[in-house]
Each structure stands twice: as C-alpha cells, then as structure tokens.
C-alpha cells in the first residue's frame, strides 16, 4: 500500500465486500456510490480528493449527472468551491445555448450530450473533474471537452474508481494533467476484486 | 421570521439575489441549487433539515435523481443516514424488478418512470423524502409510493423551496407526516419573489 492510497483501504474494503462483479467488465457498487450513497464514505472520498487536489488550486469541480454528483459534492464541500453538473437533459430553466459534448450513455446505449450552461465555466477558471468511474474515459473526455470550449483551465481529473483494465489513463495522457483514482482495479479474477498496488 | 426559518434567511437571500423567476411559476437557481451547487450553503440546508427532522429517527433518506442529490447528500451527511436516490433510468446494475412510480419529467416533458432497488428500502425503515423543490408535489408522491411498496415508513418529507401557490403541501396532507420547506415562495409579482412569513 502505498502512501498515496494509505488512507483509502477502506474504500477498497467497501468494494471487495459490497461490490459485485457482474461480468463483462461490469462492479456493481449501487450499495454505497451509485444509487444508495454512503456519507460517511462520501465524506472521507471528498477529504481525500481534497487532499491530493488542494495544491492544483481549483476553483470550480466538474462531474456529469448522475454518479458524479455524490463525490464531486463531497470534494466540493472539502474545497470549497462550487460544483458544477453536466446535464443530459435539457431543464426548462437552460435557456441558451449551453457548451455541449457526446458521452456514451450508461443506462440507454447509444449516447447522450453532456450540457453545462455558458455561466459557470469562464476563462480563469480552473476546474477539478470528478467522476465515479475512471474506465472508458469517455464521459471524462466530454466533459474535459466541455472545458476546452468554455476557455476555462483543467488542472486535474479524479475518479472513485479506476478500471485500470480499461486502459483509461493512459488514454488521458495528451490532456496534461494530475489524474487521480482512490481505487484502482487491476482485473477481476472469476468473481474476485484484484486491485493494483 | 419564524423561529422555524430563521436559520435560513441567508436561502431567502440567495434566491432573492440569485435566482430568476422566468414566468409561468418556473424559478431559475441553477446558480447554487441545480446546475451549480454551492457547497457551503448546501452544508447549511443539511444541517437545517437534520434539525428540524432529527426527532422522526430517519434511518433513510429518498430522493430522485437529478437535483434532489444534493441536499438529500447534505442532509445524510448530517443525519449520518444513508441516501437512496430514485433512478430515472435504468441501469446495467439493476437487474431484478425494482419499485417504480411514475413521475413528471421536468426536462423532456411526459413522464418518466422513478426506480428503487428491491434491496435499498425494507418494513422497518424509517424514510425521509428530500427533494429540491416542494410544488405540483408528483415528484415526491411518487417517491411516497415507492416507500408504501417497500413497507417502509415514511417519516417526513423536506423540500429546500417551496411554491406554495402549487398548493403542494395541502396535496400530501393525507400521507400525515411532518412537511417542512426552507423558503416558501408565496407567489411572484412581476420578477419580484415574495416568501412566506
């Protein structure tokens, strides 16, 4: 274990005891990040991105709708600074032309556009992607896209948790910047968790 | 100001300064409550509805994706309960036949259907329902459905606004549980908001 993950075993307690590996590259984590969510476990998720972003000196976190929101809030409340999320919706209230970037869709196949409305990304800015996963990296991408657009600076992208079989780091490597995951998996092992050390 | 709400004043002040009322009883506080979030007034809003929910023992906290997230987080947070948030899609991860309620899309028009894992609610839990806004009020009778089919208990429900004059809070009279708003928009007058004593 190394320095840099020291403080988050418990995640990974949580998810080798919580998690269920579903096949096909699929962690069911919905017990505590993605559909019921833990607080306390939130609460130590947005410390320790905070820990490891404070010196990068955001002032604003990106997520994307749905998943993203319990950790990008938690790290939000860590660093205070607000927290922005991308809808896949269009509310009645997002009158303007919003920034806008393609995503795949998690629960529909196919795609949806990510949209953050031109008010809360401005040059200057300098903005913290969180998100729950770190494995294909395209909704990471999107909303990394969405920064490029809004002239605003990326200083680092942080996710739950890492599917380092996806490859998405590496992936993430043009865009320059810190990329952080509090668990990274290395592969799963019939129905076995095996994380990266 | 009521004892009730005047810990709260300073949400009166943000929707005074920040919000935008765009007519046809739509509020616009994509600034700090459903776009952008302000974290700091978001830990205020959970420590509020903690307070005044403390007494009913929730063991649970409801609500529905997208907006809702938030505050429901900050309230768990305080509570130190869980946060279930309804899904509006479904998942890969949820396979099993969940509960379901029929709810308003407020982004698509029509309706949307609200799930909730079979195995995040249960008879014996005690359930607090927050949610954004406290209006037509179909969003959280759904959720109010989906904790009847559960056998769960309903215990309260909290709304961070209230329209009051959707007439919200006589349509749930029958559910007999404690409703509390932390600001009541009594009606709009021109662009000018008036709140409730």
């Known amino acids: 274990m190394t320095e840099n993950n020291g403080y988050m075993h418990w995640l990974r307690e949580r998810i080798e005891k919580e998690g269920r590996y579903l096949g096909n590259g699929i962690?069911?984590?919905?017990?505590?990040?993605?559909?019921?969510v833990d607080p306390l476990l939130?609460?130590?998720?947005?410390?320790?991105?905070?820990?490891?972003?404070?010196?990068q000196d955001p002032t604003k976190i990106l997520t994307a709708e749905t998943s993203g929101i319990a950790p990008a809030l938690a790290a939000g409340m860590?660093?205070?600074?607000?927290?922005?999320?991308?809808?896949?919706s269009k509310p009645l209230t997002?009158?303007?032309?919003?920034?806008?970037?393609?995503?795949?869709?998690h629960?529909?196949?196919?795609?949806?556009?990510?949209?953050?409305?031109?008010?809360?990304?401005?040059?200057g800015e300098r903005v913290l992607i969180i998100d729950d996963f770190l494995a294909s990296t395209l909704t990471i991408?999107?909303?990394?896209?969405?920064?490029?657009?809004?002239?605003?600076?990326?200083?680092?992208?942080?996710?739950v948790i890492e599917k380092a079989f996806e490859?998405?780091?590496g992936k993430l490597r043009d865009l320059n910047?810190?990329?952080?995951s509090l668990a990274v998996i290395e592969r799963f092992e019939g129905d076995k968790i095996i994380f990266a050390e």
């Not at 962690?27 to 019921?36: G, R």
């Open 27 to 36: 962690l069911k984590v919905d017990v505590f990040l993605n559909h019921q």
């Open 42 to 55: 939130m609460q130590g998720i947005g410390y320790e991105f905070a820990r490891r972003f404070r010196a």
């Open 78 to 88: 860590m660093l205070q600074v607000p927290v922005v999320f991308a809808r896949k």
């Open 94 to 105: 997002l009158s303007h032309e919003p920034y806008q970037a393609d995503a795949p869709s």
């Open 107 to 123: 629960t529909k196949g196919g795609h949806v556009t990510l949209m953050v409305s031109h008010e809360f990304l401005s040059p």
């Open 141 to 159: 991408r999107a909303l990394a896209n969405i920064v490029e657009q809004s002239g605003a600076t990326l200083v680092g992208i942080g996710a």
């Open 167 to 169: 490859g998405g780091r």
């Open 177 to 180: 910047v810190q990329v952080e």
